[in-house]
């Protein structure tokens, strides 16, 4: 029993090194994906009220002049909508349009997500690996020892928990943004295909009349 015990000891203080790596590094993607993030706010927020003061107005008399009235560069949902209106009257490609934003808001998304669920994982895992050398050292009466390990717990757990909060809190936002722009490009497909079905009506009535 103290050999099985003693091979888990090694196997947990072994797992100490990698886990601080990994949690050296998602606290750099966590910064990574701040400064992103806060250029991402900016262009969003200003595309937004651009797209969403067209999208008011949005009817089958102005819908061919949308693509001139978007702004040139800004979030993915402009170029998606200038791809819809390069085929009005496809409605097949249109859902292939919306799912393929959902992909790509789900690829964008999976940062985040990665970031919210690992962090606390290893955060725990280098917050108990310490432990057992730390209570070693208390009852050998090395308080040095024990206070290193202690250290060591308490600053993986920040670290951990810094990192899953970043994920968890751009993920929410994120999610808000990519639901408001795919709720924009089912308004454009319904004006789309309200506008194909009155064109097809009109021409339908129009040989009907010659006939």
Request: glycine share 18%; net charge negative.
């Given at each position: 029993m103290k050999f099985i015990s003693d091979v888990l000891f090694w196997i947990s203080d072994g797992l100490l090194v990698p886990v601080i790596v990994l949690l050296i590094l998602l606290f750099v993607r966590a910064l990574l994906l701040l400064i992103?993030?806060?250029?991402?706010?900016?262009t969003s927020s200003k595309t937004a009220s651009a797209v969403n003061k067209e999208l008011k107005a949005l009817d089958r008399s102005n819908i061919g002049s949308l693509s001139g009235r978007l702004p040139e560069s800004g979030t993915p949902v402009v170029r998606y909508i200038r791809m819809m209106l390069d085929n009005p009257g496809n409605a097949p490609a249109r859902h292939k349009l919306m799912s393929d934003f959902e992909a790509d808001a789900d690829k964008d998304l999976s940062v985040s997500k990665t970031l919210t669920k690992l962090g606390p994982m290893l955060g725990l895992m280098g917050t108990l690996i310490p432990m057992g050398p730390a209570l070693v050292g208390l009852s050998?009466?090395?308080?040095?020892?024990?206070?290193?390990?202690m250290q060591v717990a308490f600053a993986t757990t920040v670290v951990g928990l810094f990192s899953s909060a970043v994920g968890f809190i751009t993920q929410q936002v994120k999610q808000r943004w990519y639901m408001r722009d795919l709720s924009c490009l089912e308004l454009v497909s319904e004006v789309l295909e309200t506008e194909s079905c009155v064109s097809e009506n009109s021409t339908d009535g129009h040989i009907g009349g010659r006939l």
């Open positions: 992103g993030f806060f250029g991402q706010y900016l050998a009466g090395d308080i040095s020892s024990m206070a290193y390990n």
